[in-house]
């Protein structure tokens, strides 16, 4: 990993804690977590949750908030959404854009991620655009093409310095929840496309966008995927559920 980029812990609680367990949840963890400089923390509770995670994070500037989702549209009639900038008025920094969950449970499409990072920007958010193959296409020698179409679709409509301050998780669906991690070299070999698909839009500032890796990470792995080369931090879901277990793992 390059010195010059503070590792980002991220949690994503998917569908998980609502307002009472979160509050209880990121109390434990902020007992078990000291704050550090070397290390930025990001919770992505569900959004009925953020302010309860966010009345306890108020002390701790290392710990920051974002939620999963947002709708491509500034407001209106699009019952059960929140837009960009409720997120932003709620006390969120950053937003996922594109998780796979979205992708293939929601049918989001590359136009979508397209629109929802521009709204994210417009709102003075950061977007966390998650991008990742599925087994068939891994098999079928297709991670490189559907990264990099993802990778391009979800930047389209971002002014380069924009893209300069977001962030990138890699996060290959056959390795989300299903106990199957890519391995250091995995990841390393994909983050290496996504850098240099950056750098070409971005110049060499590109070595300065965070790139997470994401997708089974637990507390035994985690420390071998952030020494990898070229991963910058992890975006975790089922074992960031349990506070003690994401204590650990922010502390790899
Ligand atoms: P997982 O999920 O850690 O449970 O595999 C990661 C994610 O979907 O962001």
Redesign the pocket.
Known sequence: MASHRRPVLAA?W?MNHGPTEAAAVIETFLQRHAARDDRTVIMFPPAISLAAVREHTRERTDVKLGVQNVHTAEKGAFTGEISAGMAADAGASFVLVG???RRHLFGETDEQTAQKCARVVAAGLTPVL?VGELLEQRERGETETVVLTQLRAGVSQLAVGDVRTMLV?Y?PVW????GRTATPADATAVHRVIREALRERVGASALDIPILY????NASNAAALLAADQVDGL??????LEPVGWASICGA
């Open positions: 994503n998917k998780h796979s969950e998650c998780a996060e390795a989300i929840g299903t994401g997708g089974s990470v975006l975790v879901g089922g074992a960031s």
